[in-house]
């Protein structure tokens, strides 16, 4: 089982880095979607702090969510495209089908997340965080990462087809902008305020932002890993629900 999650990590990893949209939207688009709100609208906000500290913690998130769409893509091709027969030949272990597109989702977002960071750096991002609190960031990104790697697959399990698979993850992609990952959600207008408070990204994001200011609030802490947690388990079910059913 072990060798055979290995060997689909090494291949659905190369499938990522050779396809340079997938490298782009996952890598690239977030720093350019940083450069883009620290240079261009970020003296627009009034956040009370230097706007790179502040969406910095949101736009770490945003790069976990950029690389869903090939994440989602990749598995359903392997389900619509005849891949998953040939493995049934070869006795590949099912959960090691599985198993590579998340962890090769997961080591995508990583690298994204770190070339984001060294960007924020560059633009003067001046955290005030404890090598704990640094540990609980990247605890806390991974989780997510995880998460949503389980939730993407089960998406492109579900879809006919890779282009819907794509389209199946825009959500997810577009949720972290009505979050407070951009602007605080007591700036918002009704309806949207709601939404940004209670929506699953808002508590993640102010967890990062807590641990990177070095004074995490427990509240988002619990509430963030509950959401991480069910999200990853929702994914899981469901994605080998459907793989059971269709592969």
Request: net charge neutral; glycine share 8%; hydrophobic share 55%.
């Amino acid at each position: 089982m072990k060798s055979h999650s290995l060997v689909m990590l090494r291949r659905d990893f190369k499938h990522i880095t050779r396809n340079p949209t997938a490298v782009f939207n996952a890598v690239l688009m977030p720093i350019v979607i940083m450069l883009m709100f620290v240079y261009v609208f970020g003296d627009a906000f009034d956040v009370g702090v230097d706007y790179v500290d502040y969406a910095t913690p949101g736009l770490l998130l945003l790069a976990v969510c950029y690389g869903l769409g090939a994440t989602a893509t990749s598995a359903n091709s392997d389900m619509t495209k005849g891949i998953m027969n040939r493995f049934k030949v070869m006795d590949v272990s099912r959960g090691a089908v599985l198993n590579g597109h998340v962890v090769a989702s997961v080591l995508t977002n990583l690298i994204a997340i770190a070339a984001l960071l060294g960007v924020s750096f560059l633009l003067g991002f001046s955290p005030a965080a404890s090598f704990a609190d640094w540990l609980g960031v990247i605890g806390v990104i991974v989780l997510l990462a995880f998460a949503t790697g389980w939730f993407s697959v089960a998406l492109g399990l579900a879809a006919k087809t890779p282009e819907t698979a794509g389209m199946a993850a825009v959500p997810l992609v577009m949720l972290p902008f009505f979050s407070s990952a951009i602007v605080p959600a007591d700036q918002m207008g009704p309806g949207i305020k709601q939404f940004a408070e209670y929506q699953p990204f808002t508590p993640i994001i102010e967890t990062l932002r807590g641990l990177l200011n070095g004074a995490p609030h427990a509240g988002d802490v619990i509430t963030a890993v509950a959401w991480c947690v069910g999200i990853a388990l929702v994914g899981y079910v469901w994605a080998s629900s459907t793989f059971t059913k269709r592969a």
